[in-house]
């Protein structure tokens, strides 16, 4: 299918999008962004319902992600598992809320995550995953998880080398508290809309490949790609999950360089 190639990104836009302070603001931004969703479905030919908005709340207080469940979001990205955690018991009233581990995780704080979380997306070894499925096994949970894959070649982002993610995923039916939904990248944070593009390109091809290789059990059919600078490049390459946080949430407070070591950021 032909895509559009002139999608620019919106990485210019980064650490200024106002801060939203209201449950009409949050309605506001939740609206804009899934208009852009949909606009990136038309271009591309897709139906705007094989897209979920994951939001990203990390960094955000709790009064902010309490408007932004009454916004109508009930299930949040945090990047970091303690902050996750200590927001999952503060919030324990909302019994709807679901939360999704979007960042990398240290094999010790498995438990944490095989406690309350929904959905991870960082699983990047097999060590990990045997940590995770130990103890989801302990709480009697499952957990839906994203194999994450670096597409950008850097070597400051986590995440599966391409080539060795066929043979990870042969090994993950070993573990049966893990429900394997797909793969998950960051692309290159760069304003160059072509160079973001390929990194997208890349891990629906390796989906692709991979599918017809899956071990039984094994579903790889999610790709988790795209936030607020590049989400609409992302839908327009496939992605079936976009983790848009500034956009929705306003710019955060921290710079990047807090969640992903080794990014130099200017902030504004
Ligand atoms: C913070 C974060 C996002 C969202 O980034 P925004 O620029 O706030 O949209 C997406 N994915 C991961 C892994 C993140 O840590």
């Known amino acids: 299918m032909p895509m559009p190639a002139d999608t620019p990104t919106r990485h210019e836009q980064h650490g200024r999008y106002p ?8 309605r506001r931004n939740l609206a804009a962004v899934q208009a852009r969703i949909n606009a990136a479905c038309l271009r591309a030919g897709r139906e705007p319902a094989s897209v979920r908005l994951l939001p990203v709340s990390k960094t955000k207080p709790e ?32 019994s709807d809320l679901q939360w999704s581990v979007i960042g990398h995780l240290q094999t010790n704080k498995a438990k944490l995550v095989a406690r309350f979380a929904t959905e991870f997306q960082a699983l ?26 670096n597409t950008s070649g850097e070597a400051s982002k ?11 995923v042969q090994a993950l039916p070993a573990f049966s508290a893990l429900r ?11 304003s160059e809309a072509e160079r ?18 899956a071990p039984g059990g094994i579903c790889l059919d999610e790709l988790s790609m795209g936030m607020s ?14 983790r848009v946080g500034q956009a929705i949430f306003g710019a955060r407070p921290l710079p990047d360089s807090h969640y992903w070591p080794g990014e130099v950021k200017t902030e504004a």
């Not at 801060?19 to 949050?26: G, H, I, L, M």
């Not at 949040?76 to 598992?81: A, Q, R």
């Not at 986590?158 to 990870?168: I, K, N, Q, S, T």
């Not at 394997?180 to 760069?190: C, D, E, N, Q």
């Open 180 to 190: 394997v939904r797909g793969l998950m990248t960051l692309a290159l944070f760069s």
């Open 63 to 94: 009064a902010s992600l309490r408007l932004a469940h009454a916004a109508g979001c009930n299930m949040l990205g945090e990047n970091k598992v303690q902050e996750a955690h200590q927001k999952w018991e503060a919030m324990q009233d909302l």
């Open 158 to 168: 986590y995440g599966l080398a391409p080539e060795d993610v066929a043979a990870f």
């Open 229 to 242: 600078g590049d989400f609409e490049i992302a839908v327009e390459e496939g992605a079936t999950v976009v």
């Open 124 to 149: 990047d070894s097999l060590r990990l995953a045997e940590a995770l499925d130990r103890r989801l096994q302990a709480e009697g949970r499952s957990l839906d998880v994203f194999v994450q894959v």
């Open 196 to 213: 973001v593009r390929q990194c997208f390109i890349l891990l629906r091809d390796l989906r692709d490949e991979l599918r017809q290789s």
């Open 19 to 26: 801060e939203a302070s209201t449950v009409e603001d949050f």
